[in-house]
Each structure stands twice: as C-alpha cells, then as structure tokens.
C-alpha cells in the first residue's frame, strides 16, 4: 500500500502520460498483429521461399534436361552443346538472405479514418516482413524515421516547417525470432514527432555501408516529393529486390460531404476549413488525389520496385497475401514485376 501511495502521489512530467498511453497503445496492437501474421501467414503461404519476394534462387545448381515450360533463360548451352540434349540449370535458393526495411513514421502516417490508423498498418506490414523473413532463419534490420522538430515561434511569428532529415535511427540486421521481436517493439515504441522528415534520406541509409545482394523494404505513404525519394531508390534496385509498400487512406482520395471540415496538417500544424459540400471542390480534389497516386506508381516503376499498396479500410493481411501470391506465381512463371 505504501508503494502504491507513493506511486500515485508522483507527479508526472509534462507529456508523460501521453508517451505512456501512446507505447502501450501500440504494444497492444503490435500482439494483436502478431497473432493475426502468424494464424493466418502460416496457413494460406505454404512453401519454401525467402522473404516476401520469393525466388528461384541465384546459386548455380546442378543441370537436368529441359522439360516444357521451363525458362528459357536458364538454358545450360555449354552441357547442351555436350550432350546434344537441352539441358537447363538449376538454381539454389539462398538461405542466409538478408532483408532491410525503411520505417517511414513521419507526422503524416498519425492519421487514419478507416479501421486502422495509417502508422498501425505502417507496422503491420513490417511485422509481416519480419515473421515470413525470420522463419526461414534469414536475417532483418531495419531503420526508421520520424518528423522532425518544430521551431519555437517567435512573437507570433510562423517559423516555416523543418526539412532536415528528422530522427533517423539504424536497428541492426540480426536473426532469430527474439531478436526480430525486439526489433518490432523498437518500431512500434517510435514516437511520431512533428514535421516534415526527409524520405530521401531515410532510404539511403538502406545504401551506406553497401551490402550484398538481399531484399530492401520501403514502408511509407510518399507523400514527399517523388524528387526526393525516387533517385535514391533507383540506386538501392542496383543491388536489392526492392519492393515499396504504400499506405493509404480513402480521405486522402477522396473528400466526404460533410459540410465544412476542419483539416489540420500534421506536420505543420497549419488549420484550413474546406467546404466539402461544394461538388466541384470535391471533384478537383479526387483528381488531383488521383494525379498524386499515378505520379507516385510511375516513379516506384520507374525505379524497378514491386508496388503494395495498402488500405487503412481494407484487410491488409488479405491484400498482403494476394501480392505475395502472385509474386510468386510470376516468378515461377518467369514473367517479371
């Protein structure tokens, strides 16, 4: 009792007991995920594959003779040349892949209007990543940027919003389930800060110091500049599988009639009230919405990364197992992305 007494007698420090509510927030949803990946990952992806883009593999095997609907590109010529006997050669998939992810957790992904905020499918996504990466006893890093800080106005002075990097932080790549778990909780702890971070720079932490070939995991809702983002993403497809997963939400698609809406910018703070019941507003708003998105699957395509988009208002585990799904089905096909 007298523990108890002095712990509720403890004042708290500003903005502790949002911190507190904001961690065990999302320690719960992080358990709740968990669960969801693996009752459902398990059941509905059965197979052999590394990480989510799975793949034949890039070590030379032995030869067999060709059978039809094998790639042709895997012809063996020189034992065929031998032997006057098509002959293809196989390929070992590698199993000590090692797989980065690039944790967008800017003030824009605090947002959500659907079933889940866009920054709790920010870390489903990566929560799936890790559990089809570390089962096959593949290594997984990870690094994650938030916003960053805002200026302290000055007499009433609007300072404009920051445009560094924000907070970067680097969680080594290492293997096993435990360690893939702290890894999670290290992501799911990340405090959103306000301001505008640098998505640009945050992918090419994924380039410095360069690794060998593995499988690179973009999570973010690129709202930044496609100019930002899009050269360093070219430069990490040179040596990695790339795959991009966009989050989004139906609000930033579309506007609701809803009479006049109050719309704040996370990320700097600036209020606007828009009319929504006016349909032409409504309808410049959708296509400018849907010039946004195109702009940014050009640049993902652009870049030769796979493209995942994910719904706030959707079953993103769903969505997530169709695209590995048909990954895999195209590979296996010898089609490309």
């Known amino acids: 009792m007298a523990r108890a007494a002095a712990v509720t007698s403890t004042t708290p420090r500003p903005g502790e007991p949002d911190r507190l509510a904001a961690t065990n927030r999302s320690g719960a949803v992080l358990s709740r995920l ?5 009752r459902k990952l398990d059941g509905l992806l059965q197979g052999d594959y590394a990480g989510l883009l799975p793949g034949p593999g890039s070590e030379a095997g032995e030869s067999r003779e060709y059978r039809p609907g094998d790639d042709v590109r895997r012809m063996d010529w020189p034992v065929t040349a031998r032997t006057t006997t098509p002959h293809v050669r196989r390929t070992v998939a590698d199993r000590e892949l090692e797989t980065w992810l690039a944790v ?32 096959g006893g593949n ?18 002075r609007r300072e ?19 360690e893939a778990q702290g890894m999670l909780r290290a992501i799911a702890g990340t405090e959103i800060r306000p301001g505008r971070g640098d998505l640009g720079a945050l992918i090419d932490m994924l380039n410095r110091p360069p690794r060998r070939r593995g499988v690179a995991v973009v999570i973010s809702d690129f709202l930044a500049p496609p100019a930002q983002w ?14 991009a997963i966009e989050v989004v939400d139906p609000r930033e698609l579309e506007l609701p009639d809803v009479g006049v809406l109050p719309v704040i910018d996370p990320e700097t703070g600036e209020l606007h009230e828009v009319q929504t019941a006016d349909p032409s507003l409504r309808h410049r708003y959708a296509a400018a919405a849907a010039a946004q998105r195109a702009e940014i699957s050009a ?10 988009r994910l719904r706030t208002d959707r079953d993103w585990l769903l969505d997530m197992v169709r695209f590995v799904a048909a990954q895999r089905h195209a590979r296996t096909r010898g089609t490309t992305r």
């Open 160 to 178: 404009p919003p920051p445009t560094g990097p924000g907070r970067l932080v680097r969680l080594p790549a290492r293997s096993g389930r435990k």
């Open 299 to 308: 640049a993902l395509r652009a870049a030769g990364a796979a493209h995942l």
């Open 104 to 135: 967008d957790l800017s003030a824009s992904l605090d947002f959500g209007t659907g079933r889940w905020l866009k920054r709790d499918v920010v870390i489903a996504a990566a929560a799936a990543i890790t559990h089809l990466t570390v089962r």
């Open 230 to 243: 899009a050269r360093p993403l070219r430069k990490l497809r040179v040596r990695q599988d790339l795959l």
């Open 34 to 38: 968990q669960l969801l990946v693996t």
């Open 139 to 156: 290594r997984i890093g990870a690094v994650v940027g938030s916003g960053g800080d805002v200026p302290v106005p000055r007499r009433g």
